[in-house]
């Protein structure tokens, strides 16, 4: 290789090396906002479920307070009704035993009258008997012994009185009033103090969700940043490709299971003048397959060695007719690498174009060096699994009522083809997607929205926060394609995908992510298949216990 062309074919290589690079690195950086933006995601829904959770127990506190209130005034009042029927019984007390004591005196008087009056009786009944001052003496003695009966009565109820009087708890009854208003007063002061803590709670969550969001939306700018650094480091590789490296590309497929599209723009002549009869100058052109990992030591030699043996078929693509462009779809079985190998599903691949000019050409331009291209973007191929389509997913509630308590089991159900992947078998890993709120301002609800979520995203999902859906049954019906119902039963210990506790009454969105049931170093032959969150329906998370 002549020194013109070698330089130039070294700063091809460099530009696009770097220009390869570049985009590898940011690629990384993509992924690692994408994480980033992501947990900081988790992180603004487990603050807002946090807020929500703080605000049920403002309520709930708010409504005990708004009872101890009611009970704090009951219980003052009822303090100082029993406070005055202390008072009023103590005074009664004495009163009574006053009146009893005063009685008594009474008493005791009539009863000494009485036996006067019977001893005059009986001296005037001795003396002076028959005539009228014994009648008079007669009706004296029995109004007093009458008046004698009543005093002793009246005396006897006095005492009963005093007695009964003395008896009233009003003590026990102020004691206890005045015990319950003391523990009414307590529990006011507990239940204003954790009132206030919640209030704090709810200032100090709001903040943190302030914070939080803010660092999401950070976070959110810098993945769209990354997005937009990526496109522009890929737009310059393809524009560099397309005019210094023949715009050799691997074509993407939908499903590239067994085969790849080559694509390059073939050598035009750089003489334009009338007088230069070759306008085509290549003859041929060969499509080599290289392992990623020995792309830096391909070189034009090792090109020409390989066609120059042309022992099998399959060491190259050879290109014969060709028009502005090259556009080929390649077998795997058709190409062996260029150290004679099949293709590896999961292996990383380069495709090198090496051209052979016409003899006329190389002597116009008195050069008999061939030309090779710089290595395409490395490309791997592997089998594209297929996981359930998101019409068929359901959402069943059952509630289950035992003599202890009632339970509502959810179940997350879908349906499949049973040959959708037939050569392999596979798993369902169902994920749960909270919901979120994202908001216009601090405290104001704007709407909700799912958290941004891909297969990258799914294939990370720790062991803990997901459930392998179990086959239940066939639901193949009389002329259908075999189907099969796959299930997954939530319960109180079930997780987001961040981890947290599913809550009763919050959202969630059903993700499915298809893996292949393989080991670890056949995994890299198979693309898994994660469902779209942004088309599947959400709904509304009711597995509870009483």
């Not at 990992?293 to 693509?317: H, M, P, R, Y």
Request: with cysteine; glycine share 2%.
């Amino acid at each position: 290789m002549n020194t013109y062309k070698g330089n130039l074919h070294a700063t091809v290589l460099s530009v696009l090396k770097e220009q390869e690079l570049e985009q590898k690195k940011l690629n990384a950086q993509l992924n690692a906002s994408l994480f980033s933006h992501y947990y900081l995601q988790g992180d603004v829904i487990v603050a807002q479920e946090n807020l929500k959770i703080t605000n049920q127990e403002f309520e709930t506190k708010h409504s005990i307070n708004k009872q101890l209130v009611n009970i704090s005034n009951i219980s003052n009042n009822l303090l100082d009704y029993a406070r005055q029927e202390k008072n009023d019984v103590d005074q009664a007390i004495t009163n009574t035993a006053v009146a009893a004591a005063n009685v008594q005196v009474a008493a005791n008087a009539i009863l000494k009258l009485t036996s006067d009056i019977a001893s005059v009786f009986s001296r005037i009944k001795a003396e002076d008997f028959g005539d009228a001052v014994e009648q008079l003496a007669s009706e004296a003695n029995d109004l007093m012994v009458i008046t004698a009966y009543d005093a002793e009565k009246t005396s006897l109820l006095a005492m009963n009185a005093s007695s009964s009087t003395a008896k009233i708890s009003s003590n026990t009854v102020f004691e206890k009033a005045n015990a319950t208003n003391i523990l009414v007063e307590k529990l006011f002061k507990i239940i204003v103090s954790e009132l206030e803590e919640v209030s704090n709670r709810i200032t100090t969550d709001n903040v943190l969700i302030g914070q939080t969001k803010r660092k999401e939306e950070k976070a959110k700018g810098n993945l769209k940043t990354s997005v937009i650094n990526l496109s522009t480091a890929e737009l310059a590789y393809f524009k560099n490709n397309k005019e210094l490296n023949l715009n050799l590309r691997i074509l993407e497929k939908a499903d590239a299971n067994d085969s790849y599209s080559v694509s390059f723009d073939t050598i035009k002549s750089p003489f334009k003048k009338a007088n230069q009869p070759i306008s085509n100058p290549v003859e041929k052109y060969f499509i080599f397959l290289v392992k990623e990992k020995n792309k830096n030591i391909f070189k034009l030699n090792s090109a020409e060695q390989i066609v120059s043996k042309g022992t099998n078929n399959k060491d190259f693509k050879e290109i014969k007719e060709f028009d502005d462009s090259v556009e080929l779809s390649i077998t795997i079985k058709a190409l062996n690498d260029t150290d004679g190998e099949k293709l590896q599903l999961g292996e990383q691949y380069v495709i090198i174009v090496y051209a052979i000019y016409k003899t006329v050409y190389k002597k116009h331009i008195n050069n008999f060096e061939d030309f090779l291209s710089i290595p395409s973007l490395s490309f791997s191929l592997a089998h594209s699994l297929i996981g359930p389509d998101i019409k068929t997913f359901d959402i069943q509630e059952e509630r289950i009522i035992t003599p202890l308590n009632e339970t509502i089991e959810t179940t997350f159900s879908f349906i499949i083809q049973t040959k959708t992947n037939p050569d392999i078998s596979v798993i369902y890993r169902c994920m749960f997607l909270p919901n979120y709120i994202a908001r216009q301002y601090q405290y104001q609800e704007k709407n909700i929205e799912k958290p941004y979520f891909n297969l990258l995203l799914a294939e990370q999902v720790s062991s803990g926060n997901f459930i392998e859906a179990s086959l239940k049954k066939d639901t193949t019906k009389k002329g259908e394609v075999n189907t099969a119902m796959y299930v997954a039963k939530l319960g109180a210990e079930s997780t987001d995908v961040y981890g947290n506790i599913m809550v009763k009454g919050n959202r969630y969105t059903p993700v499915v992510l298809t893996i292949p049931l393989v080991k670890p170093h056949f995994l890299g032959e198979y693309t898994n298949a994660v469902s779209n969150p942004t088309n599947t329906k959400s709904f509304v998370f009711q597995n509870w216990e009483d």
